[in-house]
């Protein structure tokens, strides 16, 4: 059992905000710790890399389809190499759904970001 499994984060660990809006991230991060949640974000996909592989409590990344980096699919596939119990959630203002799919990312909600609805998504698929 990992050490923060009794995290007291209504999603049982730390969320990755990857967004390179700065505005938005802190939107989104702010909105989060209002419910409870544990956040970290970052603003490039390299740098998300390096969050995901320094941090265990990392249990969920929100991905930016559309940020500075070496792509969503790379990223993707570096965070599931490295830490395959984290979750990826795709996130975009466009309905890139079947992107993320076909990148083995199943979960996906658009912009603007309805927190509530992001915790709810992640409790359900962890439930089952």
């Not at 050490?3 to 702010?30: F, K, Q, T």
């Not at 996909?45 to 265990?56: A, F, K, W």
């Not at 965070?79 to 890139?96: A, E, F, W, Y």
Request: hydrophobic share 40%.
């Amino acid at each position: 059992m990992r050490e923060d499994a009794d995290d007291s984060s209504p999603l049982g660990g730390s969320l990755l905000i990857v967004d390179d809006d700065e505005n938005y991230r802190r939107i989104v991060e702010l909105q989060l710790l209002a419910l409870g949640c544990t956040c970290i974000s970052a603003r490039t996909h390299e740098e998300t890399i390096q969050i995901v592989e320094n941090n265990d409590r990392i249990r969920f990344v929100l991905l930016d389809y559309s940020v500075y980096g070496i792509g969503p699919s790379s990223v993707a596939q570096k965070i599931k190499s490295l830490r395959p119990d984290v979750r990826i959630v795709g996130h975009s203002t466009l309905n890139r759904r079947r992107e993320f799919l076909e990148m083995g990312v199943p979960l996906f909600l658009r912009k603007p970001l309805i927190t509530d609805d992001l915790v709810r998504l992640l409790n359900d698929t962890h439930a089952n």
